[in-house]
Structure formats: structure tokens, C-alpha cells
């Protein structure tokens, strides 16, 4: 998990940039200012002063406050929804997972990018709040089911030896043929400085991994526990031989049903149409009544989203 994949889909598909998420928090901060519109003084100058009323007046023709005014919808009709689904605990629970993930460093990383610890937990929670109105409002058929199946794969456990020519690695290919150790070749051989000291052990990953090479990991799936490639599985690194430390295999469809329905969820939480349209039946039901208006067609999009349904 990584704090760039927390924020879910109110704003994106959310899942994507840490910015992004920095920049709708400081933007939820903003407009929660501006809702209690006033007379108040935001700034006083030479030549003059600048209001709430003045700001807010701006603010609203602008398409970032336009935006952020939906996202401020959203997230208190999720709140309102499913909150009961999405307790503090839950919450901590996650934030000390990505805080335990980047260690020293996880102060440095939410300074960089002006996102405070309370606006992170608050992204967590509407990110929470999301995939509860996901899995309520949208249910997996069979038929989406079974071609998840067609391309699932279990979470397998590798090793790999990576050199930077096809002659060296067939000879080390050779000395696994002749009883070499996997490990020890690793050690010795190996180019990859992250895993050479591990015996060139990769942590696991299903099909759905992004951050592996789809050769490598076509080459992987195929092999059974305790195989190695027999021949070198080229990529944009180099070489690689690849041992399978872990292969639970892939079973019966009616065995993985859970996680093909996780990974249908994953999918459809960083799909923008999808996630549109579940956020315009929550916005529906919310019954909203946007007083201002120059702001009524603020939820235009999922107005229409949830008339098409």
C-alpha cells in the first residue's frame, strides 16, 4: 500500500498521485472556510480589503472551487451513507500501516507535498467510504467473474538471478543443470543489488502486480514449485532466471471466489465510469439541494450519470 493510492475515486480515480491528493485537501480546507460566507476580512492592503463574500464570489465561478464543492458533496453524502461501515479503527489502522511503511521518512514525504496527517487520515476514510458504496451498489455477475478468472493467477513467491547478457545467464542456467544452488548463484551472479543478498527473492505478487515486467511474470505463472526457467526470460533490465519458491496453484474458479471479487473491485475503483456511476446513485439518494444558483450544475455530471442508468 502506498500513500499515493489512498484517495480512492471521489477525486480521481483517485489513486494515482500523492499531489493529487495533497491539493484536494488543501482545497476541502479552503471551501470550508468559504461556506460560512461572510463579510468578514480574508486580506486588508493598501487600496482596500478582500471579504469572504468577495472570495467566495470568486471562488465559485473558478473550476477548482467548482470542483472542490463536489468533492465536499460526495464525501458528506458517503459519510452519510456509510459511515456505520467505516470505523476510527479502520481508519488508524491503515495510516499506521503506511506510516510503519515509510519509516523515517513518512513525515519528509507528507511535508513535500503539503499534506498534513489529519488531511491523510481524512483521505483514508473517504477512500474507505468509497469501496463501501462500490461493493454495495455494484455486485459482481458470474459472467464478469468468470473472465476474471481467464487471466487470475494466486500469489506465487520467486526467486530470480538477473545478468546483463543472454551468454551468462544460459551459463548459469547450465550450473543449475549440473545441482548449483539457486541462492548462492544469487549472491554471486546476480546484478540486482535489491534482492542479491535475499538469494534473489522477490516479494509475492498475483496477476494483478503492476510493477513487474509482463514477461516476467508470464514466464513465472508457468513455472511449478521448485522450477526454474530453462531458458533466459529477457526484459528492459536484462537477463533473468527465475526460480518458483512458492506456487499454491491455480485451483478451481469456486475456490477464488473472494479474491476474484477483490480484484474486480481494485479494477472498478480506479475506472472512472464505473466509479462515476456509483457516485451518482450515493449523490440520489443524498436528495442534495444546492441553494446558490450559480452553482447548480456543480453535480451535472453525475446528474446525468444516474439518469442514464
Known sequence: ??????????????????????????????????????????????????TQDEYYKEMKKSSSGQSTLQTMIITKALDNQYGDKVPASKVTKQYDALKKQYG???????????????QLKDNIKTNLLTEAALK??????????????????????????????????????KQLDDGADFAKLAKSKSTDTGTKSNGGKLDAFDNTDTSLDSTFKAAAFKLKQGEYTKTPVKTSYGYHIIKMDKNPGKGKMSDHTKELKAQLYDTWLSDSTVMQKVLAKVIKKANVDIKDSDLKNVLSNYVSSSSSN
Open 104 to 118: 523515517s521518512s513518512f513525515s519528509s514525504v507528507l511535508s513535500s507535498n503539503n499534506l498534513t496527517k489529519s
Open 1 to 50: 500500500m502506498k500513500i499515493n493510492n489512498i484517495l480512492g475515486c471521489v477525486s480521481k480515480t483517485m489513486k494515482k498521485s500523492i499531489k493529487k491528493i495533497a491539493l484536494a485537501a488543501a482545497s476541502l480546507v479552503a471551501v470550508a472556510t468559504l461556506a460560512g460566507c461572510s463579510s468578514k476580512t480574508v486580506v486588508s492592503m493598501k487600496g482596500g480589503k478582500i
Open 136 to 173: 454495495d451498489l455494484k455486485k459482481p455477475t458470474q459472467k464478469q467473474l468468470k473472465k476474471q478468472w481467464e487471466s487470475y493467477q494466486p500469489k506465487v513467491t520467486v526467486s530470480h538471478i538477473l545478468v546483463k547478457t543472454k551468454k551468462e545467464a544460459e551459463a548459469i542456467i
